[in-house]
């Protein structure tokens, strides 16, 4: 993806929440600079001054990459500042939202990954009640 050295921009689809120090938080809107995407799930990227790994499903690759980022990180500054209305800054990322089946797609891998991750948690905590009877 970022093989040849140019740099990789990608726009958030939904809030991000960390749950661990190493992983990079950003609202729906932001613009991540993507820095390595050898996993396929999970992305280290930067925004500003925070690096961190975030959910390649949380994101589209923004469609002109070339497009300077100066105008958007003025405007992301003004916004934090005054919190400004985000949808103005929805004006200078290009199209919007990704096509219905892409969004779909990253629903179902957010919700599929989320229930392995409950179900390996009841694995754990059945194990620990069946250890302890």
């Not at 949380?58 to 500042?81: C, G, I, K, S, T």
């Not at 103005?88 to 957010?110: A, D, F, Y």
Request: contains cysteine.
């Amino acid at each position: 993806l970022i093989s040849d050295g140019s740099v990789v921009y990608a726009e958030g689809l939904w809030d991000h929440v960390t749950m661990d120090d190493q992983e990079l938080g950003f609202k729906a809107g932001d613009v991540i600079e993507v820095v390595d995407a050898t996993n396929k799930e999970w992305w280290w990227g930067r925004i500003m001054d925070s690096e961190g790994w975030f959910p390649a499903s949380f994101v589209r690759l923004r469609v002109n990459q070339d497009e300077p980022m100066d105008e958007y990180l003025a405007h992301l500054e003004e916004a934090q500042a005054g919190e400004e209305d985000r949808a103005s800054l929805g004006l200078l990322l290009g199209p919007g939202l990704p096509c219905k089946e892409q969004m779909r797609t990253n629903v179902i891998n957010e919700i599929m990954s989320t229930e392995r991750d409950y179900i390996k948690h009841l694995k754990d905590i059945c194990e620990v009640c069946i250890e302890i009877d």
